[in-house]
């Protein structure tokens, strides 16, 4: 079997900055801060949360541009992510017959499916005591693959659906397994990416690790601070990303512009603890991903870190990172 290269052609992206990659990159390269106060959003939903700040999408959502028979069965994750989907799918050039072919599929992730809907659906039941008045749409919009379902559904894509949940790591896997499909020749175009909610009851959950940062909340602006002295935990946001994966001689042949290479992945598992990661699992994922990569320590120039801004978190993955590339 030959092997193929597998290049990224495309980017689409809903962010706390705004509708479209272009105000995300904005924002990144701006150095502003997207945390704000969501104390008097939260409260009444959840009375006593350690961490009262979040990063949320604060544009309006064009979900109106979603056809009705597609959004009933989407809650803002799935929405996000079709809107990102859509954007990537333009910036790659990709027509509806590529689409539509069998060979283009779809490997999107959320931890949760949609918590706002979830939380509607246990709201009505706790209250009346019967489901007669929830949508038949809801299961939809919940279940743990609604990004990749509803995705393939309103793009009439019928090639392979995956849906890794992973936690903090599901969209890497998503691009991770996408790109295997294209290097293997399993498919010819794969969707990748992923999408989350921020909601009070997914922040509480982080509260529950004691994983959340809460000395910030009236500065949210300082927080997270990853690798910081003064770090304290994590910063729920929400948003949605995708990227057009196809093979270096699709791209070519297309004339499609190609923003990158992917030229290797590694997933594998800790298993000792559920939460706590350690030094050792981080850097045998890391090596595995630079022998798989043909690529040695020295070449390379950047790492994109959890940094989940957690103390133990941090350090278990700077005490990883300096094992394998050294200090420099």
């Keep these: 079997m030959s092997l193929k290269k597998v290049v990224i052609t495309g980017m689409g992206a809903i962010s706390p900055f705004g509708i479209g990659v272009k105000p995300l990159m904005e924002g990144l390269y701006s150095g502003h801060s997207a945390v704000i106060s969501q104390k008097s959003e939260w409260e009444e939903q959840v009375k006593d949360l350690n961490c009262w700040v979040g990063a949320p999408v604060k544009e309006t959502l064009p979900s109106k541009s979603i056809p009705r028979q597609y959004r009933r069965t989407m809650g803002p994750t799935a929405i996000m992510s079709l809107l990102a989907a859509n954007e990537a799918i333009g910036d790659a050039g990709i027509s509806e017959s590529i689409l539509t072919s069998g060979r283009t ?174 030094s050792d699992s981080i850097e045998r994922c890391m090596e595995q991903a630079l022998e798989n990569s043909n690529l040695t320590p020295k070449d390379i120039d950047y790492i994109n870190a959890h940094a989940t801004g957690t103390i133990q978190g941090d350090l278990s993955e700077a005490g990883a990172i300096r094992n394998v590339f050294g200090d420099s």
Excluded: W
């Design 105 to 278: 599929g779809v490997s999107f992730s959320s931890s949760t499916g949609s918590t706002e809907s979830l939380t509607q659906y246990f709201k009505e039941y706790f209250s009346s005591g019967s489901l007669k008045n929830i949508s038949s749409g809801t299961f939809f919009q919940v279940m743990s693959h609604t990004c990749a379902a509803n995705i393939a559904h309103a793009l009439n894509i019928k090639g392979r659906v995956i849906s890794p949940d992973a936690a903090c790591s599901s969209s890497t896997q998503a691009i991770g397994l996408g790109y295997e499909a294209i290097k293997y020749g399993l498919q010819d175009f794969m969707l990748c990416g992923g999408s989350d909610e921020l909601d009070a009851v997914v922040c509480g959950s982080f509260d529950l690790l004691n994983a959340t940062s809460c000395r910030f909340n009236d500065k949210p602006t300082e927080t997270p601070r990853p690798f910081d002295r003064d770090r304290d935990g994590t910063v729920c946001g929400e948003g949605a990303g995708c990227i057009i994966l196809e093979a270096e001689e699709s791209a070519t042949r297309r004339g499609a512009h190609i923003l990158a290479e992917i030229v290797g992945f590694s997933t594998l598992s800790d298993g000792t603890h559920l939460a706590q990661s350690h």
